[in-house]
């Protein structure tokens, strides 16, 4: 069925772990063997083959490089125009990519609706273009608000404010407070510009603050549930409750940690923990219930975001296996008109309203 996964750091896997994912997913993982600067060296799951395996035919890719100021221990940049520059590396790969033939911008409506044709017609070209929606995760790399509309005219169609820790414009996970006048700034622009907001990684300060200062489309790429995983990271119940009310689509995520309850990194494994892909469910579900409909859930999987094999359900060997998940949901009871909205309907309808 076709599926929009709508978090990957594409870019990121090719610019920092040298992941070339023109290639089977065989000689990545071949090419990482006996490498030990990451931790998911020699696991990964995303290759554009496995994309196309799995009718993953649109996705949101991201734009991703923090600033650290010098009392941050996180890795990062230590100005915001190196971070800039970064991010300016990973559109060049991407662009690379959709000369190659590989990747198609997808960043308006004229250009959604021709690349789901041609996903949906054209059965027999097995080597169709994957169709990439731009987004940044963490705005850091904003020299000032006015990058924004570079960053525009580029193909950004999403922003996330902020990723990991204390950020320039708003707070993200494990850091605590509101986003700011600078973070009002953006807000504003990104309104003006029609730029989607992903909620995902906000403080639960900046969060809120985010929902009063904002009234374009909001999303969240990736995303899972506090009730059922107990961490800053999870939307509380009343989040998920705002997010339907604005109309959000919420994307569930593949990281373990973000699944399964009492993870420890490094020594929790997804069968010691029971993590698979009915966990995910479980997720998608909960949203579900709240909302009382299928309408506010899809996938955003966030597959070889800095971990691989050895932190994500052990029911997927790569990312085409996500074709798994529409029996998945109709062994527990979910109709096929359900399923089609959790695998893509969901995401086209909000992308679709966005951008009329
Ligand atoms: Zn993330």
Same mark, same amino acid.
């Given at each position: 069925?076709?599926?929009?996964?709508?978090? @990957?750091?594409?870019?990121?896997?090719?610019m920092?772990?040298?992941r070339?994912?023109?290639l089977?997913?065989?000689?990545?993982n071949?090419?990482?063997a006996?490498?030990?600067?990451?931790?998911?060296?020699?696991? +990964?799951?995303?290759?554009?083959?496995? #994309?196309?395996?799995?009718?993953?035919?649109?996705?949101?890719?991201?734009q991703i490089?923090?600033?650290?100021?010098? &009392?941050?221990?996180?890795?990062?940049?230590?100005?915001?125009?190196?971070?800039?520059?970064?991010?300016?590396?990973? @559109?060049?790969?991407?662009?690379?990519?959709?000369?190659?033939g590989? #990747?198609?911008?997808?960043?308006?409506?004229?250009?959604?609706?021709k690349?789901?044709?041609?996903? !949906?017609?054209?059965?027999?070209?097995?080597?169709?273009?994957?169709?990439?929606?731009?987004?940044?995760?963490?705005?850091?790399?904003?020299?000032?608000?006015?990058?924004?509309?570079l960053?525009?005219?580029?193909?950004?169609?999403?922003?996330?404010? +902020?990723?990991?820790g204390?950020?320039?414009?708003?707070?993200?996970?494990?850091?605590?407070?509101?986003?700011?006048? !600078?973070?009002?700034?953006?807000?504003a622009?990104?309104?003006r510009?029609?730029?989607i907001? &992903?909620?995902?990684?906000?403080?639960?300060?900046s969060?809120?603050?985010?929902?009063?200062?904002?009234?374009?489309a909001?999303?969240?790429?990736?995303?899972?549930?506090?009730?059922?995983?107990?961490?800053?990271?999870?939307?509380?119940?009343?989040?998920?409750?705002?997010?339907?009310s604005?109309?959000?689509?919420?994307?569930?995520a593949?990281?373990?940690?973000?699944?399964?309850?009492?993870?420890?990194?490094?020594?929790?494994?997804?069968?010691?923990?029971?993590c698979?892909?009915?966990v995910?469910?479980?997720?998608?579900?909960?949203?579900?219930?709240?909302?009382?409909?299928?309408?506010?859930?899809?996938?955003?999987? &966030?597959?070889?975001?800095?971990?691989?094999?050895?932190q994500?359900p052990?029911?997927?060997?790569?990312?085409?296996?996500?074709?798994?998940?529409?029996? @998945?949901?109709?062994?527990?009871?979910?109709?096929?008109?359900?399923?089609?909205? @959790?695998?893509?309907?969901?995401?086209?309808?909000?992308?679709?309203?966005?951008?009329?």
């Amino acid at each position: 069925m076709f599926t929009i996964d709508a978090h @990957l750091d594409l870019s990121m896997n090719a610019m920092e772990w040298n992941r070339d994912l023109r290639l089977p997913i065989a000689t990545i993982n071949g090419w990482e063997a006996g490498l030990k600067d990451k931790p998911d060296r020699g696991n +990964a799951v995303v290759s554009f083959p496995e #994309l196309r395996k799995g009718d993953i035919g649109l996705v949101v890719a991201t734009q991703i490089a923090r600033y650290v100021a010098a &009392d941050n221990p996180l890795p990062g940049w230590h100005s915001p125009e190196q971070a800039w520059a970064q991010t300016q590396g990973q @559109l060049a790969w991407y662009k690379t990519m959709e000369a190659a033939g590989e #990747l198609v911008q997808v960043k308006d409506l004229d250009g959604l609706e021709k690349h789901l044709k041609l996903w !949906q017609e054209d059965k027999t070209n097995e080597q169709k273009p994957i169709g990439y929606i731009l987004s940044l995760e963490g705005a850091d790399s904003l020299v000032d608000v006015s990058y924004l509309e570079l960053a525009y005219e580029k193909g950004l169609r999403a922003v996330g404010p +902020a990723h990991y820790g204390p950020g320039r414009y708003a707070q993200g996970t494990n850091a605590t407070g509101k986003m700011g006048p !600078q973070g009002y700034a953006l807000l504003a622009e990104m309104e003006r510009l029609n730029i989607i907001l &992903d909620a995902t990684h906000l403080s639960d300060e900046s969060f809120w603050d985010a929902m009063d200062h904002f009234s374009g489309a909001v999303w969240a790429s990736h995303n899972n549930c506090r009730a059922l995983v107990d961490h800053n990271r999870q939307f509380t119940d009343a989040q998920i409750r705002e997010l339907i009310s604005r109309g959000a689509v919420i994307g569930a995520a593949l990281d373990a940690w973000m699944m399964v309850p009492g993870w420890e990194r490094g020594r929790s494994t997804p069968k010691s923990t029971n993590c698979n892909l009915e966990v995910m469910i479980d997720h998608i579900d909960h949203i579900c219930q709240l909302a009382g409909n299928t309408d506010h859930v899809g996938i955003g999987s &966030d597959l070889d975001g800095g971990f691989g094999k050895e932190q994500c359900p052990y029911d997927l060997e790569t990312i085409a296996d996500l074709g798994k998940v529409p029996e @998945l949901f109709a062994s527990r009871g979910y109709s096929k008109t359900d399923i089609e909205k @959790l695998m893509h309907g969901n995401w086209l309808r909000f992308l679709r309203k966005a951008w009329s």
